[in-house]
Nanobody, 118 residues
Framework: QVQLVESGGGLVQAGGSLRLSCAAS????????MGWYRQAPGRQRELVAV????????NYADSVKGRFTISRDNAKNTVYLQMNSLKPEDTAVYYC???????????WGKGTLVTVSE
């Protein structure tokens, strides 16, 4: 089992920045990748950014490239999402995700709300 706890969401004006954190616990050894997804009202959950725990591979949604950066601190079992130049369309609940190669399943955090005002 892997437990994920997000933090760092909130209300910010357009053009501002926020940093989300996701702390992982439990079967950390089994995690192959960690990332962030988001879900806006009335829309499907979508990938924002993901990276492998080795740090070799990262992937970003086209809509956030150049504005968001995903990073990790293996010593703290934490992954971060630095979000700059935020836009109102970035408003969503952001979920932390971890994929376990042992369990061959995804784990999810409870989500943290990011609201970007005009």
């Amino acid at each position: 089992q892997v437990q994920l706890v997000e933090s760092g969401g909130g209300l910010v004006q357009a053009g501002g920045s926020l940093r989300l954190s996701c702390a992982a616990s439990g079967s950390i050894f089994s995690i192959y990748s960690m990332g962030w997804y988001r879900q806006a009202p009335g829309r499907q959950r979508e990938l924002v950014a993901v990276l492998t725990t080795s740090g070799v591979s990262t992937n970003y949604a086209d809509s956030v490239k150049g504005r968001f950066t995903i990073s990790r601190d293996n010593a703290k079992n934490t992954v971060y999402l630095q979000m700059n130049s935020l836009k109102p369309e970035d408003t969503a609940v952001y979920y932390c995700n971890a994929f376990s190669v042992v369990a061959r399943m995804d784990y999810w955090g409870k989500g943290t709300l990011v609201t970007v005002s005009e």
